[in-house]
């Protein structure tokens, strides 16, 4: 086990005009044991920072220390790392078994006793006994992606790199594998990246999440840390499914007035509001309140434009009813509750759940407020890692 320390990081591909400057001077610290997500859209250089820290990259600027080594100069093979790829990567001519023994017969002096204890237990541990002695041909993917992990389990590593482990599963077999690794990640114990573009792995995976857009890094937190307070706008926007919503507007007199909605702002949320007087107002799907009558003198009117009915909930889009543009913004609602086209609906945003950004930068200017629970648990979570 180790912990793991990336001093401004930096990963620039090609020089001159058609440079990329594919990390931007990161620096995070991940603690012994911890598991953390590396999460950011296609291109925000998720794999390169892992591939930094594997030692498969070589940084252009910055230090990677693994334990209380820097390992800048040191080989991949001498960083004591495992990593598993999306593609599974394992050699189609051999078994399962030989697969998971053929890196400890290379590399180390284990005994073969020794190398088959290891391959056993590590078997065990993935539910694949079964099947030591097919070739990956004849698995599915999901049992050659149980392999590949078994692969990394038996070198005993100190740090698991996983990049996109489960991409090429169904969806219902990653939701098994999540909730496995999730398993194998708390049993072992074993310092542990995992880098994923999907925000349902994000959140439900790992201690802390490092959230990447363009290189740069936007936030490091426990999941629910950065969803219920993101650190911009990119963030709250990654992060849910539906996006929360955005709407770009001005205040006046304590008003913020957007194409068709005018929303008073409470005195808390006007005193964030420093000198500016044009923000983005930031609210989730889920926090939007629906009435069919007027329900209190701050709603407002919008017409039900499409209604995606899901099971147990639907997402309704809705336009405000004075609203110039086309514009949609979506609420979650109850399934059962009937919801149709053309609806006329009455709308609210609870005061406590909106969320204000900055125009230009997108910083945070103004978080939601929680339930005194879920404050006092966050914080608590909050508090555990920084004196962790
Ligand atoms: P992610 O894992 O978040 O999808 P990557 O780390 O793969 O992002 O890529 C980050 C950026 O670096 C992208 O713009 C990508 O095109 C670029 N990039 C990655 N690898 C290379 C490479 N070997 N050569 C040139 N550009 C690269």
Redesign the pocket.
């Known amino acids: 086990m180790a912990r793991i320390k990336l001093d401004n990081i930096t990963?620039e591909?090609?020089d001159g005009e058609n440079s990329?400057v594919?990390?931007d001077d990161v620096s995070l610290e991940i603690h012994d044991g911890e598991f953390v997500v590396?999460v950011?859209?296609?291109?925000?250089?998720?794999?390169?920072?892992?591939?930094t820290v594997a030692g498969l990259?070589d940084q252009t600027d910055g230090d990677v220390v693994i334990g209380n080594t820097i390992v800048n100069e040191l080989s991949p093979s001498d960083r004591n790392i495992a990593m598993v790829f999306q593609n599974y990567a394992l050699y189609p001519n051999m078994t399962a078994e030989q697969n998971m023994s053929f890196g400890l017969k290379m590399s180390t002096d284990l005994t073969d006793d020794e190398i088959e204890q290891r391959v056993t237990e590590a078997a065990q541990m993935m539910g694949i006994e079964e099947l030591l002695d097919n070739s990956p041909g004849d698995m599915s993917g999901g049992q050659q992606q149980r392999v590949a992990l078994g692969r990394a389990i038996v070198r005993n590593p100190n740090v698991f790199l996983l990049?996109?482990p489960l991409s090429n599963l169904d969806a219902k077999l990653r939701t098994e594998m999540r909730t496995e690794i999730n398993r194998l990640q708390n049993d072992l114990d074993v310092t542990t990246l995992y880098?994923t573009?999907d925000q349902t792995e994000a959140m439900t995976m790992g201690d802390r999440l490092v959230v990447?857009n363009q290189?740069q890094l936007q936030q490091v937190g426990t999941p629910l840390e950065c969803f219920y307070r993101p650190a911009n706008q990119f963030v709250a926007g990654f992060l849910g499914s539906p996006s929360m919503n955005f709407f770009t507007g001005h205040v006046e007199g304590g008003t913020f007035r957007t194409d068709g909605i005018d929303f008073d702002l409470t005195e808390r949320i006007q005193s964030s509001l420093g000198d500016r007087n044009e923000v983005t107002l930031g609210i989730r799907p889920e926090d939007i309140e629906l009435h069919e009558e007027p329900n209190s003198a701050h709603g407002f009117e919008a017409v039900v434009d499409v209604v995606e009915p899901m099971g147990s909930i639907s997402y309704v889009y809705l336009r405000p009813e004075k609203q110039e543009s086309e514009k949609t913004f979506v609420v979650e609602t109850e399934g059962q509750r009937a919801t149709t086209v053309g609806d006329h609906m009455y709308v609210e945003f609870p005061p406590e759940s909106v969320h204000l950004f900055d125009i230009d930068s997108g910083e945070t200017i103004h978080q939601r407020r929680l339930n005194e629970d879920a404050e006092e648990a966050l914080r608590d979570r909050m508090e555990k890692n920084l004196s962790a």
């Open positions: 990963k591909f090609g990329i594919a990390v590396f950011g859209p296609s291109g925000s250089g998720k794999s390169t920072l892992m591939r990259e990049d996109e880098v573009h990447l290189g």
